[in-house]
């Protein structure tokens, strides 16, 4: 059974960086597609990065590119998200999201295992 936990969420001012940690684990982490979404009150939760098992291949959502970095380290089991110039908007509880496959996928649906969520509030 995978489980994924969270870690590194926080209270940030706008322009800060914060770096989320999702520790897995549970076989075959290295071979896992590795995701972050969020989910903001009353909005649908929202794809933000995914990246491939080997790290070569990673996908993020218009909203975050140039801003945010994906990450993982096979040797750890975890998983990162490096935010830097935070925005109010980036406001959300984040969520860290495993599924088995070659290439990173952009829905919450494609996505089996979950974490239980970190919270990030930015302050204007």
């Known amino acids: 059974q995978v489980q994924l936990v969270e870690s590194g969420g926080g209270l940030v001012q706008t322009g800060g960086s914060l770096r989320l940690s999702c520790a897995a684990s549970?076989?075959?982490?290295?071979?896992?597609?590795m995701g972050w979404f969020r989910q903001a009150p009353g909005k649908e939760r929202e794809f933000v990065a995914a990246?491939?098992?080997?790290?070569?291949?990673?996908y993020y959502a218009d909203s975050v590119k140039g801003r945010f970095a994906i990450s993982r380290d096979n040797s750890k089991n975890t998983a990162y998200l490096q935010m830097n110039s935070l925005k109010p908007d980036d406001t959300a509880v984040y969520y860290c999201?495993?599924?088995?496959?070659?290439?990173?996928?952009?829905?919450?649906?494609?996505?089996?295992?979950w974490g239980q969520g970190t919270q990030v509030t930015v302050s204007s």
């Open positions: 999201a495993g599924r088995s496959g070659m290439l990173p996928r952009t829905t919450p649906d494609e996505y089996p295992y």
């Open positions: 549970g076989p075959t982490f290295s071979s896992r597609v």
């Open positions: 990246i491939n098992w080997s790290g070569g291949t990673t």
